[in-house]
């Protein structure tokens, strides 16, 4: 929103996990995740499908890559990649290793955090060039969408 330049949105943080610490969540957001985006009819609940709809709904911006250029399939991916292989691993850890550590699957938790480690291997070969931006030399969702990983990661301790 901010990188569109969109004013006037409200955003609400909410204790984690919402779906057990804030009361009434789950009455507007039936999967009591994060995020839970609002556009006027429009409900989303997944984190770059997000600044997907963003870019459409709110565009033309340099932020979106077009199908005509060369790097739109390396974008999709980046965008996607974001959730379905970086994320995902780490929303395992954090279950295992932090909220149900006294549940005894922390083995697998530290099993996922390796393989986040590990698919980060994409990212590194994808930047050994020295680039600094993912797609389209330029700063898009793409880049967006990947930082959140990171940055959560880092807030894991997954980086050391």
């Not at 009455?27 to 429009?42: R, S």
């Not at 780490?90 to 290793?97: D, I, K, M, N």
């Not at 797609?135 to 940055?151: E, Q, V, Y």
Request: hydrophobic content about 40%.
């Amino acid at each position: 929103l901010h990188e569109l330049g969109i004013r006037g949105y409200r955003l609400v943080t909410l204790p984690f996990p919402p779906r057990f610490r804030a009361e009434g969540f789950t009455k507007i957001n039936p999967l009591g995740t994060v995020p839970y985006f609002l556009d006027g009819d429009v409900r989303m609940t997944e984190s770059c499908g997000i600044p997907m709809y963003l870019v459409e709904r709110y565009g033309p911006t340099s932020l979106r890559v077009d199908p005509s250029e060369a790097d739109f399939g390396a974008y999709l991916n980046w965008v996607t990649h974001a959730d379905a292989t970086l994320t995902f691993p780490q929303t395992v850890f954090l279950r295992f290793s932090i909220q149900e550590a006294s549940k005894g699957h922390s083995e697998a938790g530290e099993a996922y955090a390796k393989w986040f480690m590990a698919r980060l291997s994409l990212l590194d070969q994808a930047l050994a060039d020295g680039r600094e931006f993912l797609c389209s030399n330029r700063f898009t969702i793409a880049d967006i969408c990947i930082a959140f990983p990171l940055d959560l990661g880092d807030r894991l301790g997954l980086a050391s």
